[in-house]
């Protein structure tokens, strides 16, 4: 692999040239880019808190490691149900070659075991209490920078969580099946805009269910299309369309948020696209009485 060229495709993939986040990615990004990931020895691994397995990761050719810290909402960061998903078809792609490692640091291991179960995810997790991985490795806060895909020697060869961005998803086959990184000129560019990056639905019952439309403009030269959209908690739900939105045109999004609890509530929708500063996000916020 080109040495910097993985720098190069992670600024298209996360940093936007409105946010001014380009300097920091690349920053983080060429301090992993090759570096060694370095694993505790008896590691523990169970499915749903419970049957201990040997769980086997290290020497294969490839393998995907992400990290989750204690920090903020566990249910929210871990999106289990979606891992499910992509696990089952990078299987299928792979032929089950490519393992998936779940280290994660949970300080309530009894919330983490009810999370597991309750989203019905049966993949081996390593409940890493002491946090050894994180010690061993200093890993970025940010956890858009907590998930790698690493080769037989355990080595950085690309960054991001494929479940997270469907544009990391898609880097990862790429690599996985040798075709290696894309050159800057054979990425897709484009520019969208968003008609709000904030909803605030104000003050409203619990029972009271809010919805919303919201345009997303395609401001460049080239088809935009949107991937993915994820939220930051399953209270929220996003219909949207896939079909190429046509440059000067626009697609719409349609934000459901279903109360669960009485509040102040912030919530993050991202958007991926073919966008190079994706994913681009909405904040929801309100009131629940």
């Not at 999106?79 to 309530?108: C, H, R």
């Amino acid at each position: 692999m080109k040495r910097g060229l993985l720098v190069i495709v992670a600024i298209s993939l996360f940093a936007s040239c409105a946010d001014d986040r380009s300097a920091s990615v690349a920053d983080i990004v060429s301090q992993w880019e090759g570096r060694e990931i370095l694993f505790p020895e008896n590691s523990v691994f169970t499915i749903q808190g419970r049957d201990t397995v040997d769980f086997q990761f290290q020497n294969a050719p490839y393998k995907i490691l992400t990290y989750v810290d204690s920090v903020g909402c566990m249910s929210c960061k871990l999106q289990l149900m979606n891992w499910s998903k992509y696990i089952q078809e990078l299987d299928s792609v792979t032929g089950n070659s490519v393992p998936v490692a779940f280290f994660i640091n949970a300080s309530d291991q009894k919330e983490l075991s009810y999370i597991t179960r309750r989203d019905g995810f049966k993949h081996p997790v390593c409940f890493d209490e002491k946090d050894e991985l994180n010690s061993l490795n200093q890993f970025s806060a940010d956890m858009t920078f907590q998930t790698f895909l690493l080769n037989g020697e355990n080595r950085v060869v690309g960054i991001g969580n494929p479940v997270h961005n469907a544009n990391v998803k898609a880097l990862y086959y790429r690599i996985i099946n040798g075709e290696g990184l894309p050159e800057a000129s054979s990425r897709a560019k484009t520019s969208l805009a968003l008609e709000a990056n904030e909803i605030d639905f104000g003050r409203f019952g619990i029972d009271e269910a809010q919805m919303r439309k919201v345009q997303v403009t395609n401001t460049g030269s080239e088809l935009l299309v949107i991937n993915d959209v994820t939220t930051s908690c399953g209270c929220t739900e996003v219909e949207f369309s896939r079909e190429p939105v046509r440059p000067g045109q626009s697609t719409e999004l349609t934000v459901r948020y279903n109360p669960d609890e009485k509040g102040f509530f912030s919530k993050t929708i991202s958007i991926y696209s073919n966008v190079g500063s994706t994913p681009a996000t909405i904040v929801l916020k309100g009131n629940v009485e």
